[in-house]
C-alpha cells in the first residue's frame, strides 16, 4: 500500500490539528456541560445571546463534533487514497465553527478572544485553500 504523506504533508498536518482542536472542544463541552454553560452564561449575560446560550451551546458542540470526525476521515482518504474531499469538507465544518465562536466574542466584546479564533481561522483557510 502506498501512503500518499508527501504531497499531502501540510494538508495532513493541518487536517490532524483540526481534529484535535475540534474534538477536543466538542468533547470538552459535553464532559463539562455544566460549568462551560455557567461560564456562557455569565460571558453573554449582557449580550443579546442571554436567553438562548444553552441551545447556542449545544449547537457548536455539535459542530465541532462534525468538524472533528469528518477531518478524522479526511485525513484518512488523505493519507491512503490521495482524496480531498472530506479534508474540505472538514475544514468547511471548522470554518463554520470558528465563525460562530468568533461572532460569539465579538458580541461578548471579547477581543482578546476573538483574536486568537482568528489564528485558527487563518490555518483553517489555508486547508479549504489546499484542498479545494
Do not use: C
Not at 49 to 75: D, W
Not at 79 to 105: E, P, S
Not at 107 to 126: P, Q
Amino acid at each position: 500500500m502506498h501512503l500518499h504523506f508527501t504531497e499531502n504533508a501540510a494538508s495532513l498536518f493541518l487536517s490532524a490539528m483540526v481534529v484535535i482542536v475540534f474534538l477536543q472542544s466538542g468533547i470538552d463541552k459535553i464532559i463539562d456541560w455544566k460549568g462551560n454553560l455557567s461560564w456562557l452564561q455569565d460571558h453573554f449575560s449582557k449580550t443579546i445571546f442571554k436567553n438562548i446560550v444553552p441551545f447556542l451551546l449545544g449547537t457548536v458542540t455539535v459542530v465541532e463534533i462534525a468538524a472533528g470526525l469528518v477531518s478524522i476521515i479526511g485525513f484518512v482518504h488523505l493519507l491512503v487514497f490521495n482524496h480531498k474531499d472530506f479534508a474540505f469538507y472538514g475544514a468547511a465544518i471548522a470554518g463554520l465553527a470558528l465563525l460562530m465562536l468568533l461572532l460569539g466574542q465579538r458580541i461578548a466584546k471579547d477581543y482578546d478572544g476573538a483574536k486568537t479564533l482568528v489564528i485558527h481561522l487563518i490555518a483553517v483557510s489555508f486547508l479549504l485553500f489546499l484542498t479545494a
